[in-house]
């Protein structure tokens, strides 16, 4: 008789030092990762905790408004906490809710808004946010950018709101000509504020800005290098092997990179940091200590995955996990609101 | 009136649905400026409007079980379908067409999940929330964008407060932007044991009030109000009927060859929704049975428009394949060839719509909640 085998995806394997930094937040890390967003944090035991929900076409999630919000195909999707008991122990549980038809924007990043997140659209050159009624709300433009029109011109890849409110965005190039970045992808990055000062010129491919404390870190994922922006001046901080694909704070010490092997980044063609000889270069997540660029821990995904393209914390939470839409557990399991007379 | 034989000529064939029409429907349509939209379950929603030939515009996409329809006639539709309730949002402006002259496009802009819970009719509110008849909980209940759904109203003889469907509550009529009257098939206080009450134990309840209004009524479906007046699709007997909420009178207007469900109005005619009861299931040894056979008709999968002065069955529309079930029509005023975006073409992705004007400084505080 045939054996019957499950096949599911590997748990990332993470290193005492990412494990410790992990659980010392109590929160649960989504990590975007091909379709795939795994839910990771760190049991009382310090085992790692993780499960994982296929979301076809998952690209960026975020945390707002004290929902979980995941960009995926041509939806924005809002999954709201409820808690569900699993083995008698109660843990929460994100359920989609509710999904914007945003259309195919290439959606590079999703940024904590008000009400609703912000989405960096790409092929559109805007930073725009879900309506009722239409795709999308263009909510911001860079000032080189004249006129919508679908055709990614400059690639705005990510952007990222300080402590003290300052909107901060990176994009590949500052050209209006149709796909005008890809020709000039080193070298030709930039970081802008929201009334388009530069603030750092001459990147490849920088990507998710994102502050750690106070301190504004960009990825330059062509060129592999982590930086440090601020009083005029961009400091290398780190370089990761291969292509740097993501980034998200950790806590206030601390950033996480997403990065792996250039043929599997969402542009191809990079020549990527440094790759170590020997170094399978799977995908991984590195955690660095800013603004020293130290490594402090990592987080392996062995086997087939794919470019680890969005992280975010769920604050507060343990043992989270993530309902995928697709799936029977969405409609099976249903969360009842309280009473609320009509008359 | 029109016989269910004198169709079109040439039917129309979709995914091995044949479409037929009785000969007057087109400009049946045309004349009253209308279209109507519907789903036959398992997978399909239509539209049926008007081509430029003064043909019949037919036009549908795959939309998983597609149950209770409504509309607020301003561009609106809202879908309940097996697990979700999906906002169709009109994308035209007043006037405009598609390149290929659709009057109305229909984008399906915002989905809610709710889970597996039988839902039924949906209503939309004046304010331009929903309503939903949760026929697993036996209550109404909106949506939200934070839980599966919020329990709203429960039938007054039901003191459960949780899954299990007693009474089978299906309708909802809504008036004036407000719920009027649910209809339920009994008034059973255990689970499941509505379907022993479905030749004789249906009822309409006055929703603010709480008082049963009509009583007797065989498998009630679709009730409605129209020009001050309740209707309801008594769908055991096959029969349209206009109900007096103060006497209780239940006065049989039309009988329609089929389980008779999903109701809407043009002026004086009614569009009434028709399915096929098969031999021992749910819709079968019902009055229905009797009546078809004293009729000597099958029953029909499709559409009835009823003058409501005369009782006449005026138009139709047949599907005839291995469909046979249609839960709800809705009229669509004011519109000659609607067409909609489906869930698994292309265009859901690719159509992006937009205001092209260049957002100004506020565009960004507000979308951070910024209060400058």
């Known amino acids: 008789m045939a054996g019957l085998v499950e096949l599911l995806p590997m748990p990332p394997l993470p290193t005492k030092g990412f494990l410790d930094a992990l659980g010392s937040t109590r929160s649960t890390l989504i990590v975007v990762e091909a379709s795939r967003v795994w839910s990771l944090s760190v049991a009382a035991s310090g085992e790692l905790l993780s499960t994982v929900a296929t979301i076809d076409g998952a690209v960026a999630a975020t945390w707002c408004a004290e929902r979980l919000w995941i960009s995926a195909g041509f939806q924005l999707w809002s999954f709201s906490e409820v808690e569900r008991r699993s083995g008698g122990v109660p843990r929460p549980s994100f359920l989609p809710q509710e999904a914007f038809s945003i259309g195919q924007l290439d959606v590079t990043d999703l940024v904590p808004g008000g009400e609703k997140p912000i989405i960096c659209a790409a092929l559109l050159d805007c930073l725009a946010r879900a309506h009722d009624n239409l795709s999308i709300e263009p909510v911001w433009v860079p000032p080189w950018i004249d006129s919508f029109r679908p055709e990614t011109r400059s690639y705005l890849t990510g952007a990222t709101v300080g402590p003290d409110g300052r909107v901060v965005i990176t994009s590949a190039a500052m050209t209006t000509e149709p796909k005008g970045w890809l020709p000039s992808l080193e070298g030709s990055g930039v970081v802008v504020d929201r009334d388009g000062s530069v603030l750092a010129s001459g990147l490849s491919l920088p990507r998710q800005p994102r502050y750690v404390g106070d301190d504004l870190v960009i990825i330059e994922s062509a060129a592999g290098t982590v930086r440090q922006v601020g009083g005029g001046e961009v400091t290398p901080i780190s370089t990761l092997p291969g292509v740097l694909s993501s980034a998200a704070a950790l806590d206030e010490q601390h950033l996480l990179v997403g990065h792996g092997a250039a043929s599997r980044a969402t542009v191809t063609g990079l020549s990527g940091g440094m790759n170590p000889e020997g170094d399978a270069l799977c995908d991984r997540i590195t955690l660095i200590a800013i603004p020293s660029g130290r490594v402090v821990g990592e987080l392996v995904f062995e086997g087939y995955s794919g470019p680890i393209t969005s992280m975010t914390l769920i604050p507060g939470r343990m043992g989270a996990e993530v309902v995928s839409p697709a799936g029977g557990a969405a409609n099976a399991l249903c969360a009842v609101g309280d009473f609320r007379p009509l008359f | ?372």
Not at chain 2, 84 to 111: A, K, N
Not at chain 2, 277 to 294: Q, V, W
């Open chain 2, 1 to 372: 009136m029109a016989t269910l034989t004198d169709a079109i000529d040439e039917p129309e064939v979709r995914d091995g649905l044949e479409i037929l029409a009785s000969e007057g429907m087109a400009s049946w349509l045309d004349e009253q400026n209308v279209s109507l939209v519907f789903g036959t379950p398992p997978s399909k929603m239509w539209m049926v409007g008007i081509g430029g030939e003064g043909e019949l515009s037919i036009f549908d996409r795959t939309l998983d079980k597609v149950m209770g329809l409504a509309t607020d006639q301003r561009g609106t539709i809202l879908a309940g379908t097996r697990f979700e309730v999906w906002r169709f949002e009109d994308m035209l402006r007043d006037g405009q067409t598609t390149p290929d002259g659709h009057d109305r496009l229909f984008f399906p802009r915002v989905v809610r999940k709710v889970g597996n819970i039988n839902i039924h009719d949906v209503g939309l509110c004046a304010d331009g929330s929903d309503l939903i008849v949760n026929t697993r909980f036996g209550c109404l209940a909106s949506t939200s964008d934070e839980v599966d759904f919020i329990p709203r109203w429960y039938p007054p003889f039901l003191d459960r407060r949780g899954q299990g469907d007693c009474c089978h509550l299906n309708g909802l009529a809504m008036e004036d932007g407000a719920p009027r009257y649910v209809s339920c098939v009994s008034t059973s206080t255990t689970v499941d044991s509505w379907r022993e009450g479905r030749r004789d134990q249906g009822v309409l309840i006055d929703v603010a009030t709480n008082e049963i209004v009509a009583r007797g009524l065989s498998m009630p479906h679709s009730p409605r109000m129209h020009e001050g007046g309740l209707w309801v699709a008594n769908a055991g007997t096959g029969e349209l009927c206009r109900v007096d909420p103060i006497t209780g009178s239940v006065e049989p207007v039309a009988f329609g060859p089929g389980f008779l469900r999903g109701l809407s109005f043009v002026g004086p005619y009614a569009v009434v929704g028709s399915s096929k009861p098969r031999r021992g299931d749910l819709y079968s040894g019902l009055p229905l049975d009797d009546a078809l056979a004293e009729h000597g008709m099958d029953a029909h999968l499709g559409i009835f428009v009823i003058d409501t002065r005369t009782g006449d069955l005026v138009h139709w529309l047949l599907i005839e394949g291995k469909v046979r079930e249609l839960f709800d029509v809705c009229v669509l005023e004011n519109t000659k060839r609607p067409a909609f975006i489906g869930l698994q073409g292309p265009e859901i992705a690719s159509e992006l719509w937009f205001d092209d004007q260049l957002p100004g400084h506020e565009a960004l505080d507000h979308a951070l909640g910024v209060v400058r």
